[in-house]
């Protein structure tokens, strides 16, 4: 994670795969929240300590899947601003869950590593 007050970049093995700039009006108002962080600026939440938690998730519409994504031969069943988009991924279950069958298919974490640049 290399994050800063300009932006916030996640990388597996030294390859970005999510680069966030940090939004002008903040990233409270960019996920649809109040700012209960009067204190802090544009970077609130994440400009205070904060725990780091790895999980493997699916779906979702915040363009972290971007609408053209294709895996195994097949285009996202969904795209990120259809209201009924957990119903498509669940309908298309079939395509995709055949991917997380057999050796491979899980999230292995070696070491995570994590600093702070003065």
Same mark, same amino acid.
Request: hydrophobic residues 40%.
């Given at each position: 994670m290399d #994050? =800063?007050?300009?932006? *916030?970049?996640l990388s597996v093995d030294g390859q970005p795969v999510l680069t966030a700039s940090t939004p002008s009006e903040g990233y409270y108002k960019k996920g649809g929240f109040t700012n209960i962080w009067a204190a802090g600026g544009k970077d609130a939440p994440f400009d205070q300590y904060?725990?780091? $938690? /790895?999980?493997?998730? %699916?779906?979702?519409?915040?363009?972290?899947? !971007?609408d053209d994504v294709q895996n @195994?031969?097949? $285009?996202?069943? #969904?795209?990120?601003? =259809? !209201? +009924?988009?957990?119903?498509?991924?669940w309908a298309a279950k079939d395509l995709w869950y055949p991917t997380w069958n057999g050796d491979?298919?899980? /999230? +292995? %974490? +070696? @070491?995570?590593? *994590? #600093? $702070?640049k003065e």
């Open positions: #994050w =800063d007050n300009t932006h *916030i970049i904060f725990y780091l $938690q /790895m999980n493997v998730a %699916v779906g979702g519409t915040t363009g972290f899947f !971007p @195994s031969g097949y $285009q996202k069943p #969904w795209t990120n601003n =259809d !209201p +009924k988009a957990a119903e498509k991924f491979g298919c899980a /999230m +292995k %974490v +070696k @070491s995570v590593k *994590i #600093w $702070q």
